[in-house]
């Protein structure tokens, strides 16, 4: 019997996929509709209709303007009336911050058929197999698959890893390094929380920390999938092309990955160290909340990235967003916390590393760092474990804990937010 699941893990397994199977399953459905008709969902659509896919409509909020895909005709999302049970939905809207959330909405509209079409790019496009070497240029700009979070470039990057280290691997799929808590927008549903840092809280950490974190945090785990460079907004370091470079030193990584709001103008002198091919700028789409100005910086950041020859991506508008969750601590057990750490989509592959320490997640690292709490058993202090054999038990017994005191301020992503990039101040302090 075909396990979806199961098709997952092969197609993430960085192996030649043998697709017979799920290509069987999809046509096993009268209707088949692709939710997100933009790269993704155009390419994973294309390679359907080669494998004798029929597919009936296209999904996507922009349906008035794009019409037809693949000479698919393009409706607005759940605009039709097939029997739910006999149709099966792709959902090829890639952004890892609203992808749950996207098919919780299709589960709740009565759609249980559900394919992560994501994961099937893995399995049926995906030209990187295990012994390739990964490079941003052929993975990211076709704009088709933009793996900020890649299971199957994790897995990759992992079998070519043979570097002994003390102990049981370490082997991430994403981790996050925080450069910065200073940005030139004021976007109400940040998921780092930027517009609540107070003003003594907003500063590029220096050339010199981002360093040390580097070859203390790199050297202590075995591989990881991809690592985000984040802000704030990164262009604000005056430093970003030395520590671009720096990142270069470490071979035990798949990509690099820079995203930026694009409307900050960059310098020319701070693309000099973006050489390596696994390097990647990933442009953001504010435009929809931008001045005049700001929009000409950004066709111009774009032209200068291009002139330079960095791979990069071009956002396009979120359908939706979600609110991150507010930050105050709950009235909650410790059964609540292990319940949260059990059922979190996101650790350990969430991991933030700023300023010598190694957070579990965006909200342990933001309250720590706005002096809202202190929570050592929630991060992992890089200084005090000169030892890497020891500074790696530390790491494994942070992922492993069964609950954070975190996890007693968490009460998930909220409610539709909107469309992403909103700008204005929301409270995440007060009940």
């Known amino acids: 019997m075909f396990s979806i699941e199961k098709y997952y893990e092969q197609a993430n397994s960085g192996d030649k996929v043998d697709n017979t199977q799920v290509i069987n399953y999809i046509k096993s459905f009268e209707h088949v509709v692709l939710w997100g008709a933009s790269y993704l969902g155009e390419a994973v659509g294309k390679r359907l209709q080669e494998f004798g896919v029929h597919i009936d409509f296209y999904w996507d909020i922009r349906a008035d303007e794009l019409v037809e895909v693949n000479n698919v005709k393009v409706l607005m999302p759940f605009e039709c009336d097939f029997d739910k049970d006999k149709t099966l939905v792709i959902h090829c809207i890639g952004n890892h911050v609203i992808i749950l959330n996207l098919i919780a909405e299709l589960k709740r509209n009565g759609f249980n058929n559900i394919i992560r079409g994501d994961y099937l790019y893995s399995g049926i496009l995906c030209k990187f197999c295990n012994g390739d070497v990964l490079t941003a240029e052929r993975c990211w700009t076709s704009m088709h698959c933009r793996p900020v979070i890649c299971e199957r470039a994790a897995s990759i990057i992992k079998k070519q890893n043979n570097e002994t280290k003390a102990g049981d691997r370490i082997d991430l799929i994403y981790i996050v390094y925080v450069i910065n ?11 780092q929380y930027i517009n609540n840092y107070p003003h003594d809280a907003r500063y590029n950490v220096s050339y010199e920390q981002v360093c040390k974190d580097i070859d ?5 785990i075995d591989t990881a999938g991809t690592i985000s460079m984040m802000g704030g907004e990164t262009f604000l370091h005056p430093d ?4 671009v470079e720096k990142f270069a030193t470490k ?9 930026t709001n694009g409307l900050h103008p960059i310098k020319p002198n701070q693309l000099e160290g973006f050489k390596d091919p696994r390097v990647v700028i990933n442009f953001g789409y504010y435009l929809h909340v931008a001045t005049e100005q700001q929009k000409e910086n950004y066709y111009k950041n774009i032209e200068l990235v291009k002139s330079y020859g960095i791979p990069h991506t071009i956002g396009l508008q979120m359908p939706t967003w979600t609110t991150p969750s507010t930050l105050y601590k709950l009235d909650v057990d410790e059964a609540y916390m292990k319940h949260k750490k059990q059922n979190c989509p996101m650790p350990p592959r969430d991991l933030q590393v700023k300023n010598g320490k190694v957070h579990i997640c965006d909200m342990s690292l933001a309250m720590h760092n706005m002096g809202l709490v202190d929570y050592p058993q929630d991060y992992l202090d890089l200084s005090s474990y000169p030892d890497i054999e020891e500074r790696r038990n530390q790491l494994r017994a942070l992922i492993d804990r069964e609950y954070y005191l975190t996890c007693g301020h968490c009460n998930g992503c909220g409610k539709d937010a909107g469309t992403g990039g909103i700008q204005g101040v929301r409270d995440v302090f007060k009940p």
């Not at 071979?251 to 995203?259: Q, R």
């Open 181 to 191: 808590s200073i940005c030139n927008l004021s976007c109400k549903y940040c998921v």
């Open 216 to 220: 203390a945090f790199l050297d202590t």
């Open 240 to 243: 970003i092309s030395k520590i």
């Open 251 to 259: 071979k035990n990584y798949g990509f690099l990955s820079v995203p």
